[in-house]
């Protein structure tokens, strides 16, 4: 069997409601686009992956950059055995540094075809199931105390137990108030941290945490660099999550040698791909580190995908997973079911990823390659 066309479609996801300081001019038009990649083999079996680059304010990629690189790739895809999909990336590897979002999308992709060409959902494939369920987080974006408060509130009603509350808009006073605001809210078996997406510089990072360090809150990603992460970390006593500056495992192994690191954040145009992640995945359960297993944002694809992993580890190992899914851009038709704040895979899910694609939301293609 062999991969005979690589298609390339683009999704607007208008709906991104990530919080930071970082902002885009209005004039370079940047939307939030979703790149979903349907790889088509000889034999009609068809693979779909996503990748979703932030823009490029927030992360040295962009969806243009992302599918030039696809482009770039897609010779070494065509023609190759999915099955073989170790070898694949390798050679995807071996030919291109960096432009880890395009890896990540064609990984994906490979990997829901050597699921179908295998007849097992992912799960199986990686060696089946360890917990049936995992807790979903939800986002308490940028407002005052009390309407974080509420927000907190309408989300408990809703079965969730993990709120992760920006902060870093502006006001070291006001994100003083929301962090004891967001601890006060707490109830049994709850919890929350605060994300400040680098948003701090060190000065703001001390002016803040002193005030608030003997709550004990746990802190995501406070500043732009690693190295005042540790700074705050070792000044403050406090463990970190860190997100934007775990690229691979060497940065993984620093953060735990160095002793800041109390939550890992994996994302998969970060690392290159579910491949890289179920790597690092490993390494944090030996090292004893929680992950979020995610990427910046996506559809019920990247929700399957990352589903499927979180799966094969035990669940002190996963911190929690985003809901990617927007009921209103359907990119797939069978959402992997969200309820009282958990998503699970199916017990029936189909083989690969399990999810079918809607192609009415997909539109015309933005790119072909084909054998
Ligand atoms: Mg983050």
């Known amino acids: 069997m062999k991969i005979i066309r690589l298609t390339v479609y683009i999704v607007k996801l208008d709906a991104w409601n990530v919080g930071t300081r970082y902002s885009a001019t209005d004039k370079l038009g940047l939307s939030l686009q979703s790149s979903i990649v349907r790889l088509e083999t000889d034999s009609g079996l ?38 073989q999909n170790r070898r694949i990336l390798h050679d995807i590897r071996s030919m291109m540094r960096g432009h880890e979002p395009a890896k990540s999308v064609i990984d994906m992709a490979v990997w829901d075809l050597a699921g179908k060409v295998a007849g097992l ?12 369920d995992m807790p979903v987080l939800c986002l308490v974006n940028f ?73 004990a809150p746990l802190i995501e990603q406070p500043t732009e660099t690693y190295r005042d992460c540790v700074t705050i970390s070792r000044r403050t006593g406090l463990g970190l999550m860190l997100d934007e500056v775990i690229h691979d495992q060497d940065d993984l192994f620093r953060a735990v040698n160095d002793g800041v690191i109390d939550v890992a954040v994996l994302k998969l145009g970060t690392t ?54 927007l009921p209103e851009v359907p990119v797939v038709k069978n959402p992997f079911p969200v309820a009282n704040g958990r998503v699970r895979v199916p017990n029936d899910c189909q083989p690969g990823l399990g999810v079918e694609v809607n192609p009415e939301v997909l539109g015309d293609p933005v790119a072909e390659y084909e054998l």
């Open 272 to 325: 290159g791909g579910i491949s890289e992640h179920r790597h690092l995945a490993d390494v944090g359960v030996r090292l004893g580190i929680p992950m979020r297993i995610e990427d910046y944002y996506g559809t019920g694809l990247t929700l399957a995908a990352v589903c499927h992993l979180a799966h094969t580890l035990p669940e002190h190992a996963v911190f929690g997973l985003y809901d990617y899914h």
């Open 46 to 83: 068809i693979g779909w992956g996503e990748t979703l680059t932030p823009p490029p304010f927030y992360h040295p990629t962009s969806p243009e950059s992302a599918r030039a690189a696809i482009g770039l790739i897609a010779p070494l895809v065509l023609g190759a055995d999915p099955s």
């Open 121 to 132: 959902p992912l799960v199986e494939l990686w060696g089946g199931r360890v917990v049936n």
């Open 143 to 215: 407002a005052s105390p009390e309407e974080q408060f509420a927000q907190i509130v309408e989300f408990r009603a809703q079965g969730y137990k993990l709120f992760q509350i920006k902060v870093g808009d502006g006001d070291p006073n006001l994100d003083v108030a929301r962090i004891e605001a967001g601890m006060s809210a707490m109830q049994p078996g709850e919890r929350c941290w605060f994300d400040a997406n680098r948003a701090w510089n060190i000065d703001q990072a001390m002016q803040i945490l002193n005030q608030v360090k003997h709550l």
